[in-house]
């Protein structure tokens, strides 16, 4: 299954704008609507609170939109709907709309007056619209909100924000790639591993993240010009969502190389950033959105009632797998992603490594599920393994799992079901969904400057994250110390074996 939607979403109004933000959102919101009705695409607005009161959008979607536009829900708290609660809304900038986390996201609010609003919420939408939204997204939403709605209204799918770091104030790391998961009541951000602790509604990722320079950034970028490259992403407000070639990349990517069975982008554009920036680029990518083979363009709800249908109440294992690079340096980047981890191999020249290693724990609860959120900022994350992103400074390359240091170029295929083979030479990573089985003759496990407490006893790594507890077993090895806190592993034969750990 090969799906696109087209999400924009819809901000009443943007104070930090230095013209009048409420015409000119108007006005990129109806130039959007209008592209969706003339290319015909299925397509999908998502509407805060503050746009779906206001008579002027309720007029616009009711004269404009078609029976393939989808109306749901952007859940960013705004001021009206505070006061529609009898809450206090705290921009210190006296905004209506204040896009740091205290206080423009659920999390900045008690477990009860979350529900409040999102009930709220709701309530107002289907007012005014006739039906409660079957889908709701955010660029990030608390686990206790998501359990709420899952439980109490019938939405067919979530979406929240890539995994980016300290990002307009929001920070997610050692997520799901790109793809969708059924994420855990205690930590959204973590697909759950039992049905007790499953929200039976998929969560998608947003924005169309480039599998190669969104994790690190600029790191594998090497001349100045492709360094002011940034955010990398399908959004056609950047370098990367606005040129031809790129977006071409990406599509192919996504959609002809493996996937193990879904593969996913989601297009357009917030209002808020204005229609002169962005529209040229979305023109173009629904342009090319003619050329793709095999792939529903289709409205949001419809991606994730067929996802479930698909997968039951289960988290696949997928991938992404980048076997080229739209800027032409020379690197490839795979992302493999199941229930229990995410795994990401990476070839730089000749060196291969895995420079994200995270395992998903149910049990892993999110900070802000019964705590209130008081700062601007929040952090959504997973357990580390290997975590080159945060462990190393951004310049440096030597870190990570290395696997190889004469590397050449490698291929992915699926091997079975769930399962992906990375092969370059007569080495290869083969990852299933409880473990990652490594054929080369030395793997240095090397962490820089871990942020989380690691100890090895025999042949397991005890991990300590946040007074977690958990482990990476290696088996068909020996293990040793080696320099400056890094391990070597010699296989026992030949391969051995990195096993993701609960404890």
Known sequence: MKCINIMNFVRYIDERMDCDSVEYQFESTEMELDLCNEYGYENTFLLQYDAVISERYQKLFAEKATEKTELGLWYEIVKPLCDAVGL????????????????????????????????????????????????????????????????????????????????????????????????????????????????????????????????????????????????????????????????????????????????????????????????????????????????????????????????????????????????????????????????NIIRHEDRVSIRAFFLFDERYAERYLEDVCTTFDAVYDNLPLMNTQNWTDKTDRTCGIILDTEGSEFSAEKRGEGELTVRWGDKWVNFCEDAVCVCAPRLIFRPGKPDTEIRREDNTLYYNHRGFAYALRIENAAVADGDAGEFIITPVGESCILRPTRL
């Open 88 to 343: 206090p809304y705290r921009s210190e900038l006296g905004y209506q709309w204040d896009w740091h986390i205290n206080p423009g996201f659920s999390m900045a609010y008690t477990p009860r007056e979350r529900e409040l609003l999102i009930d709220e919420a709701m309530r107002k939408f289907k007012e005014v619209f006739g039906y409660y939204p079957k889908t709701v997204a955010s660029w990030l939403m608390d686990s206790h909100t998501i359990a709420y709605l899952a439980d109490h209204y019938d939405i067919s799918a979530f979406a929240n924000c890539r995994d980016q770091v300290n990002t307009d104030a929001y920070t997610l790391i050692g997520g799901y790639f790109n793809q969708g998961y059924f994420p855990a009541r205690k930590n959204m951000f973590s697909p759950a591993q039992t049905a007790e602790e499953r929200v039976n509604v998929p969560m998608l990722r947003l924005l169309g993240p480039c599998p190669v320079h969104n994790y690190e950034n600029k790191k594998y970028m090497q001349s100045f010009e492709r360094n002011r490259v940034t955010p990398c992403t399908l959004e056609p407000i950047w370098h990367t969502g606005k040129d031809r070639d790129a977006v071409r990349w990406f599509f192919r990517t996504y959609f002809e190389n493996e996937d193990l069975g879904f593969s996913y982008a989601q297009l357009g554009q917030e209002n808020s950033f204005g229609w002169k920036k962005f529209m040229p680029g979305l023109r173009m990518q629904f342009e090319e959105l003619a050329e793709l083979k095999d792939v529903r363009i289709e409205k949001m709800s419809k991606t994730g009632e067929a996802f479930k249908k698909m997968y039951g109440t289960k988290t696949p294992a997928t991938a992404v797998v980048a076997l080229d690079n739209w800027d032409g340096e020379d690197v490839q980047s795979v992302y493999y992603d199941c229930e229990n981890y995410m795994a």
